[in-house]
């Protein structure tokens, strides 16, 4: 599809500049605008000028704020040949004695029109500038189809929305509702919450997405990424805890705390809705049957089908205790969607009990359930269950060292997917060797949060902790870099993708990396690399052939896409 080309960008093409009729050192009076000015969505950092009613803005102010993005460029003044010299793609280099200079709105200024050359990567370019003081101006029009970057007005606010070149197989969308940030961090929280941001590929070939704030909201996008529906529907109660697109229906999680340990008291609601989000019936979990204090409780909560089973996998804070405490454990609900009802014991400790419980997934092998769990130290780690409900076969498939119920564990998982003959959990590690203590609150002894990414491969025939491999598909204790959380992404029995985000150490977003795994989860070719691409906590999707997911940053959202031939 076509990127989206403003009509003002469009416009300054075919209309001159009023200034291209002033010749060099012409003087004109110059007053600063009073237009805001937006850079990818965030309040940039630069002056406007109106001169003889057009809006210039200086060159330096405009590559200091696009450095490090898509449309970065550099500039710089030969004296030899008086020209001012601009080169795409390269990061702005401040001068030595730059300092920012404040402008009245209420002063006039004196703009001489400048006799400089410009000229881009070596070539002259034809633009009006003008020298204020000791700066260049130049309009946003002639620069932003030079550079490029795009450039929306709105006349309503006058306000100028500056965005960056939007890279290959990326678009940028409109939205329905208030866009809120989810993008991937170089920080790694102690444990999950409940995920608020979904993507579901319709059967119409529309994309949807679902997002959980003070309400739910969903938006749907045509093949072509415009906005063609959206509606949003109140939380039933005050918790939200998780959405899963099913076969036939849609399912949300919603929960409120119960801290009188009320045992008949609604704790957990998962209500049903066809695909067009109309309300069909639901199933009520209370507070003594489950035991449950706060439901979803410093967990993720993911929800699975086969048949007419449906499987809820999450957490809770549990009643009172002996001890006087109350624990943090999984929740799983298993409910036969044919009756709504809930068909397995929730107790205080299930058949699969993990505590602490920090993350959850859940898929069906056929008809049996596989859940992982993300707890502490060992003997329930990273831990997988295989079972019906009333047994299960339990493997610890990556060993957390230190004190039982110590928070911090140095791993985050990000993703569970099963091969034709393999369990594979996608996750990254610190090295546990720099650690002298682990506590509830920090790492004892570990200077910088590192962690390499890991995939963690358990043999469907052979159940057995013995049997569990671990892959490193890339190592960065120790490097100058960070990496997110990664994502698994399963494309087919036999072809998996797994993505990540690189940060610097003061967590500036770098490139993205993907690489392509077979189902043993053996790297199938190089790491690739994006730039300008960002993950976020949506978990990507296979639509098509491409891996597609979203990213809210500064209140405007981005499509990405990874083609898969």
């Given at each position: 599809?076509?990127?989206?080309?403003?009509?003002?960008?469009?416009?300054?093409?075919?209309?001159?500049?009023?200034?291209?009729?002033?010749?060099?050192?012409?003087?004109?009076?110059?007053?600063?605008?009073?237009?805001?000015?937006?850079?990818?969505?965030?309040?940039?950092?630069?002056?406007?000028?109106?001169?003889?009613?057009?809006?210039?803005?200086?060159?330096?102010?405009?590559?200091?704020?696009?450095?490090?993005?898509?449309?970065?460029?550099?500039?710089?003044?030969?004296?030899?040949?008086?020209a001012i010299e601009i080169i795409r793609g390269?990061?702005?280099?401040?001068?030595?004695?730059?300092?920012?200079t404040y402008y009245s709105r209420s002063k006039e200024y004196i703009a001489t029109r400048s006799a400089a050359k410009v000229l881009i990567d070596g070539q002259p370019l034809l633009i009006t500038a003008?020298?204020?003081?000791?700066?260049?101006?130049?309009?946003?029009?002639?620069?932003?189809?030079?550079?490029?970057?795009?450039?929306?007005?709105?006349?309503?606010?006058n306000q100028v929305a500056l965005f960056s070149k939007t890279p290959d197989h990326?678009?940028?969308?409109?939205?329905?509702?208030?866009?809120?940030?989810?993008?991937?961090?170089?920080?790694?929280?102690?444990?999950?919450?409940?995920?608020?941001?979904?993507?579901?590929?319709?059967?119409?070939?529309?994309?949807?997405?679902?997002?959980?704030?003070?309400?739910?909201?969903?938006?749907?996008?045509?093949?072509?990424?415009?906005?063609?529906?959206?509606?949003?529907?109140?939380?039933?109660?005050p918790l939200f805890g998780g959405f899963y697109s099913g076969e036939k229906y849609n399912y949300v999680a919603y929960g409120q705390e119960n801290p009188e340990q009320n045992d008949a008291k609604e704790v957990i609601r998962i209500v049903r809705y066809d695909k067009s989000f109309n309300r069909v019936d639901s199933v009520s979990v209370k507070g003594g049957e489950s035991y449950t204090v706060i439901p979803f409780d410093a967990g993720s909560g993911r929800m699975a089908e086969y048949g007419d089973t449906l499987v809820f996998h999450t957490s809770r804070e549990r009643y009172l205790t002996p001890?006087?405490?109350?624990?943090?454990?999984q929740l799983t609900i298993m409910v036969n969607t044919s009756t709504m009802q809930v068909t397995n014991d929730m107790g205080r400790f299930q058949k699969n009990h993990v505590s602490h419980s920090f993350d959850q997934y859940v898929l069906f092998d056929g008809g049996t359930q596989v859940l992982v769990d993300h707890g502490d130290a060992y003997p329930r780690s990273i831990v997988l269950h295989k079972g019906d409900g009333a047994s299960y076969n339990e493997v610890d498939l990556f060993t957390i060292p230190g004190a039982i119920g110590a928070n911090s564990t140095g791993v985050?998982?990000?993703g569970f997917e099963m091969s034709a003959g393999n369990y594979l959990v996608v996750m990254n590690s610190i090295d546990h060797s720099k650690v002298t203590e682990?506590?509830?609150?920090?790492?004892?002894?570990?200077?910088?949060?590192?962690?390499?990414?890991?995939?963690?491969?358990?043999?469907?025939?052979?159940?057995?902790?013995?049997?569990?491999?671990?892959?490193?598909?890339?190592?960065?204790?120790?490097?100058?870099?960070?990496?997110?959380?990664?994502?698994?992404?399963?494309?087919?029995?036999?072809?998996?993708?797994?993505?990540?985000?690189?940060?610097?150490?003061?967590?500036?977003?770098?490139?993205?990396?993907?690489?392509?795994?077979?189902?043993?989860?053996?790297?199938?070719?190089?790491?690739?690399?994006?730039?300008?691409?960002?993950?976020?906590?949506?978990?990507?999707?296979?639509?098509?052939?491409?891996?597609?997911?979203?990213?809210?940053?500064?209140?405007?959202?981005?499509?990405?896409?990874?083609?898969?031939?």
């Open positions: 599809m076509k990127k989206i080309v403003t009509m003002l960008l469009v416009l300054a093409l075919v209309i001159p500049s009023l200034g291209n009729h002033a010749s060099a050192g012409t003087a004109t009076k110059a007053k600063v605008s009073g237009s805001k000015v937006s850079i990818n969505g965030a309040e940039g950092d630069l002056y406007g000028f109106n001169i003889s009613g057009s809006n210039y803005f200086r060159l330096r102010d405009i590559a200091r704020n696009f450095s490090g993005t898509s449309s970065q460029f550099d500039i710089s003044w030969n004296p030899s040949t008086s390269q990061a702005y280099t401040p001068e030595e004695t730059e300092e920012s003008y020298n204020i003081g000791d700066s260049n101006v130049v309009q946003l029009r002639d620069l932003g189809s030079q550079i490029p970057f795009e450039i929306e007005y709105d006349n309503a606010s990326a678009y940028r969308v409109k939205t329905a509702f208030a866009a809120k940030d989810n993008k991937a961090s170089s920080s790694f929280p102690r444990w999950k919450s409940p995920v608020t941001s979904y993507l579901v590929h319709n059967a119409d070939q529309t994309t949807s997405v679902i997002e959980a704030n003070q309400e739910l909201t969903i938006e749907t996008y045509n093949a072509q990424y415009e906005l063609v529906n959206s509606h949003k529907l109140a939380l039933e109660l001890d006087g405490l109350n624990h943090q454990s985050s998982i990000g682990y506590t509830s609150f920090e790492m004892t002894g570990l200077k910088t949060d590192q962690r390499d990414i890991i995939l963690s491969v358990l043999p469907k025939n052979d159940l057995n902790a013995p049997a569990v491999k671990h892959i490193t598909l890339a190592k960065y204790v120790g490097s100058d870099l960070i990496a997110s959380i990664p994502k698994l992404v399963k494309i087919s029995d036999n072809k998996l993708a797994v993505l990540w985000q690189e940060f610097d150490k003061e967590n500036h977003p770098g490139k993205l990396k993907y690489v392509f795994v077979d189902g043993n989860g053996q790297a199938a070719g190089e790491i690739q690399t994006l730039e300008h691409f960002v993950l976020s906590e949506c978990s990507p999707i296979v639509k098509g052939d491409q891996i597609v997911w979203y990213a809210n940053h500064n209140g405007y959202r981005m499509f990405y896409s990874i083609p898969l031939q």
